[in-house]
């Protein structure tokens, strides 16, 4: 039996893991019983947890590789460790708005993994929503129009040199953004995913880094694209966590979409996020259809 117990998240899905020290490393039947749950409950807490960032990355390393972000600082000397920082004169908040993190890479994520090391005393949750529950919601007939169509996904509205963190006054955000016309450049995923681990399909879109729908009019994508969206949010999709100093969260980036709340002005947060990166050869199960490795 694993040597932790797990406690369901008010919502849709999500568990509160008690029984776990993340600063050690984890044994064979825990490990296994963890990625096991990962799969099931999609977001897993971890309260109560003292990490350094070489114990953090120790810990993400557990559920996979942990990989940087091409255009956000990590750490001077931990790269992979990007501090999300929200300082109480701040207006900008990093994590604002309804995404799956770094979807404008060609091979997305797996996950991550965040650790709360301030917190403002109110405020600052974040919510998660399911893409398999948006996904089984649909109709039959908006299932069979969604099967076989390609999402462009480009990171230029968030790191582009016209993106709000490249125009805005320095004093408005506290976050190390490597600005670059990169960033306008687009990858190919398709709208409709089976997990690579699960097989379950899930909708595979998101406001912030989705920029259209190849073989549609532009008209045609917007309108698209503005219900899925929608459809995405419904509150029967969610769950929700209040931060506390020490928790940490680790959440499947493939099958859900977060956002943070930017309801704290006046008080400062700080979180430290490692994600996890997902091999080609995982993600290329999501195009050819192959079978899932067992």
């Known amino acids: 039996m694993p040597s932790f117990d797990l406690e369901p998240m008010v919502g849709a899905f999500g568990a509160r893991v008690t029984g776990i020290d993340l600063s050690q490393p984890l044994d064979a039947t825990a490990l296994t019983a963890?990625?096991?749950?990962?799969?099931?409950?999609?977001?897993?807490?971890?309260?109560?947890?003292i990490l350094t960032p070489e114990q953090q990355i120790a810990a993400a390393d557990q559920f996979g590789r942990?990989?940087?972000n091409p255009f956000v600082a990590g750490l001077p000397d931990y790269p992979v460790v990007i501090p999300i920082v929200k300082e109480a004169h701040d207006r900008l908040s990093f994590g604002e708005g309804w995404h799956s993190d770094q979807t404008y890479e060609a091979v997305p994520p797996k996950g991550s993994l965040l650790y709360m090391k301030e917190a403002p005393p109110?405020?600052?949750?974040?919510?998660?929503?399911?893409?398999?529950?948006?996904?089984e919601a649909l109709s039959p007939a908006m299932q069979a129009l969604?099967?076989?169509?390609?999402?462009n996904h480009y990171a230029g509205d968030a790191f582009g040199p016209k993106a709000t963190f490249a125009t805005r006054d320095a004093d408005q955000?506290?976050?190390?953004?490597?600005?670059?016309?990169?960033?306008?450049?687009?990858v190919r995923h398709p709208l409709v995913c089976r997990h690579p681990d699960t097989g379950r399909k899930l909708l595979f879109v998101n406001p912030v880094f989705t920029r259209d729908l190849e073989g549609f009019s532009a008209e045609e994508s917007k309108a698209l694209l503005s219900f899925l969206y929608s459809h995405q949010q419904d509150p029967r999709f969610a769950t929700r966590h209040r931060w506390t100093v020490g928790d940490v969260v680790l959440w499947d980036n493939r099958c859900t979409q977060h956002s943070a709340n930017n309801d704290y002005h006046g008080h400062r947060r700080e979180a430290h996020r490692v994600?996890?990166?997902?091999?080609?050869?995982?993600?290329?199960?999501?195009?050819?259809?192959?079978?899932?490795?067992?």
């Open 122 to 135: 109110v405020g600052g949750d974040t919510l998660w929503l399911s893409m398999y529950a948006a996904y």
């Open 173 to 186: 955000h506290s976050m190390t953004i490597k600005v670059s016309e990169a960033a306008d450049e687009a």
């Open 34 to 49: 963890l990625r096991a749950a990962w799969l099931e409950h999609l977001v897993l807490v971890f309260p109560d947890q």
């Open 146 to 151: 969604l099967e076989g169509v390609v999402a």
């Open 66 to 68: 942990p990989c940087e």
């Open 275 to 294: 994600t996890i990166a997902q091999e080609a050869a995982e993600w290329q199960r999501v195009w050819d259809g192959r079978p899932i490795a067992a």
